[in-house]
């Protein structure tokens, strides 16, 4: 243990003598994840990434109309325009071996993880069929069977459980990753840097996701964010970063092969920051008065993650009548959901105190 010299009070009429520059020790190279490629998806696989965006689209837009209507209480985010990302990220995970958690933009990271829209719908609604039992609603979702583990409410806190995730897949030994996503905005706080030193301290198993909308609740990433470069924001804990178009699947889906490549070797964590951007407000009851509608038109028509897919495709030949029975069968997926969760009852009220431990006492 090194202990600091207890510092001397100089005689009176001397000046004290300038303590001699410690060496400055070089830091030693870094190794870095490869640039992530495009990915090269088969026929088969873009058209399963499509479905897979286009169902999330469709759900949250019914989400939307279920929250107009005043069937869905308290908050709720949608996930509009950030298709991209859960699906891209998600496709090269394995279900049930990695851990996936998130904050309370959650439905669409959950239908990414292949969990059924019914039971995401009905707990939207607080329905006893609900994923959690109809007492989590939009911002606490669980699945332990998916290793899905929310949904978190509070700003940030997924970050510190994601390393604890990837503690456990350590800890145990059993292959697993855990991919923690945070936004812009909870890149800020201070437990996300507490979180990266113990991860890349102990090479934790761990994909930090910071999904980059552009706006956080309501403020813009550059005037809130003194570096708005996001992806360096591991520097400082030696945990690469790596910038990648979020509305680009294929380009998320090769940035999520490096990333799980570089964690599964052993060599700790990594960042990404995905560059996308959300068509509505934070949650439902913001106007988002912040930006201009000609700026959301602007990347609709540019940057959608959907149509890109779409262009895609018609570009392997996939004709148009095959996309419009696509979205044809989503949508009555997605109505089979709604009607389910309207029409499930309700949790009895002698289940208000139950789920409050795990154990009894």
């Known amino acids: 243990m090194t202990f600091l010299a207890k510092p001397t009070t100089p005689r009176r009429g001397k000046a004290a003598a300038p303590a001699p520059a410690a060496e400055a ?21 873009l058209l399963a990434f499509y479905r897979e965006m286009l169902l999330i689209r469709r759900f949250e837009e019914r989400a939307g109309q279920l929250y107009g209507l005043g069937l869905i ?8 325009g950030q298709e991209a990302v859960a699906v891209g990220l998600q496709s090269a995970l394995e279900v049930g071996k990695d851990s996936v958690i998130t904050g309370y933009r959650d439905h669409g990271h959950m239908l990414a993880y ?39 409410g509070i700003v940030g806190a997924q970050v510190s459980l994601g390393t604890g995730l990837a503690f456990g897949h350590k800890y145990s030994n059993d ?18 840097y507490e979180s990266f030193n113990m991860a890349e301290l102990w090479k934790l198993p761990i994909i930090f996701v910071i999904e ?13 964010s003194a570096e708005d470069q996001l992806y360096r924001r591991g520097d400082s804990f030696r945990i690469p970063g790596l910038q990648v178009d979020g509305m680009d699947v294929l380009a998320v889906r090769g940035a999520a092969n490096v990333a799980v490549d570089w964690v599964r070797s052993g060599k700790g964590p990594i960042l ?18 912040y930006r201009s509608r000609e700026e959301v038109q602007a990347v609709r028509d540019k940057s959608d993650p959907i149509e890109g897919v779409k262009r895609e495709l018609e570009a392997l030949g996939v004709g148009e009548d095959a996309l ?13 959901a709604a009607e ?21 006492y």
């Open 175 to 192: 292959g697993g990753v855990a991919m923690a996503y945070f936004g812009d905005g909870a890149a800020n706080q201070g437990q996300v």
């Open 25 to 45: 020790t070089p830091l030693p190279n870094r190794e870095r994840p490869p640039e992530p490629a495009r990915y090269e998806a088969s026929q088969e696989e």
């Open 324 to 336: 419009k029975d696509i979205d044809k069968e989503i949508r009555k997926i997605v109505s089979d």
């Open 114 to 152: 292949g969990i059924d829209p019914k039971v995401i719908m009905a707990e939207l609604t607080g329905r006893e069929a609900g994923i959690s039992r109809g007492k989590g609603g939009s911002m606490h979702m669980f699945s332990t069977e998916h290793r899905f583990y929310g949904g978190h």
């Open 272 to 289: 990404l920051e995905l560059k996308t951007y959300r068509y509505r407000g934070h949650s439902m009851s913001d106007p988002a008065k």
């Open 73 to 80: 209480g308290g908050f709720c985010h949608l996930y509009i």
């Open 212 to 224: 980059n909308n552009q706006y956080a609740m309501g403020t813009s990433v550059n005037r809130s």
């Open 340 to 360: 389910f969760a309207e029409t499930s009852p309700e949790p009895p009220l002698s289940d208000l105190y139950t789920d409050v431990l795990v154990e009894t």
